[in-house]
């Protein structure tokens, strides 16, 4: 979705680097994780369950105390709640694989999150708008649409992809983990060119208090994840990186506040700063571990 931005770089540049970035990243991931791995993780499906847990119900339940409990205006208090409804950012699921995560869980914890999102945001917008006594709603296919185009379509291709042509695509891995690194990057810079003061304009309050929702989202992904490192890890890191593109996309059809789309930029902000502390201890932990460096490798062709 596009963002709230004043103009300094055209609206069309950032929602084509985001696309481009999200669909490498997507693609790299279906054709470096073997269907097997996917398959094995349903194996243990009380793990499964709790990483939906966490991050379907307790992570937006945590994030409603806080905003409550900081006693933020009624704007703000939706922004970090629609955030918080909103799970699955897929450039997050990066980060937790460099930082040790499973590279099983993780990928498919984010097909999982994704999938049901299409669900669980229209009922979260319900139950919260008889909170706010408001009148907002979502489509499901509004969702499943984003869902698909932007996760479901580009994983789907890379999996295809594995499928017919195998180890001839392995030199192409790395090139792009490149590609998808450096489009992150550029994403990342012109993001902030475009909007570091909506998001000083949230305030000091509302930062805080997204900072506070951050830290305690993956506080719980770390303790429902366990007992396994990686797996910890995972849910961690997919538990306070929110995805921002369905939360715009609620936004925008039910014309919030400017203060609102604030939050939620300011919280997309803070959540990353947050969790960077957390990804870069776990990936220390993971290579310490004996055999860590190895956990780190990517998938191998067969």
């Not at 931005?5 to 985001?18: F, M, Y």
């Not at 902030?192 to 993956?218: F, I, K, P, Q």
């Not at 803070?270 to 571990?289: D, K, N």
């Amino acid at each position: 979705m596009p963002l709230p931005i004043a103009g300094v770089i055209p609206e069309w540049a950032l929602t084509g680097v985001a696309v481009a970035t999200i669909f490498t990243f997507m693609f790299h991931l279906g054709i470096s994780v073997a269907p097997g791995e996917y398959r094995s993780v349903w194996r243990t499906p009380g793990l499964m369950a709790r990483g939906l847990f966490a991050s379907l119900v307790a992570v937006p339940a945590v994030v409603f105390v806080v905003a409550r409990t900081f006693g933020l205006p009624r704007a703000a208090e939706i922004g970090l709640v629609l955030m918080a409804i909103s799970p699955g950012a897929p450039v997050a699921l990066r980060r937790a694989l460099d930082a040790g995560g499973d590279r099983a869980f993780g990928p498919a914890l984010q097909v999982a999150v994704a999938v049901l999102a299409t669900v669980s945001m229209p009922l979260s917008v319900a139950a919260f708008d008889e909170v706010y006594a408001g009148s907002a709603s979502v489509a499901p296919w509004h969702l499943a649409r984003q869902v698909f185009l932007a996760q479901l379509l580009p994983l789907g291709l890379g999996m295809a992809a594995r499928h017919h042509f195998g180890p001839r695509l392995a030199p192409l891995e790395p090139l792009l983990e490149r590609l998808a690194a450096a489009l992150l990057m550029l994403f990342v810079a012109l993001v902030l060119v475009e909007v570091w003061h909506t998001v000083l304009d949230a305030g000091g309050r509302v930062l805080l208090a997204a900072a506070v929702a951050s830290l305690l989202a993956l506080a719980t992904g770390h303790i429902l994840g366990g007992p396994a490192p990686a797996t910890r890890t995972a849910l961690a890191v997919s538990c306070a990186a929110r995805n921002a593109g369905l939360a715009m996309l609620v936004a925008e059809l039910n014309n919030t506040a400017p203060e609102t789309k604030a939050t939620l930029l300011a919280y997309l902000f803070v959540s990353a700063v947050a969790v960077t502390p957390y990804v870069a201890w776990r990936r220390r932990s993971a290579h310490a571990a004996p055999g860590g460096d190895a956990a780190l490798q990517k998938t191998n062709f067969p």
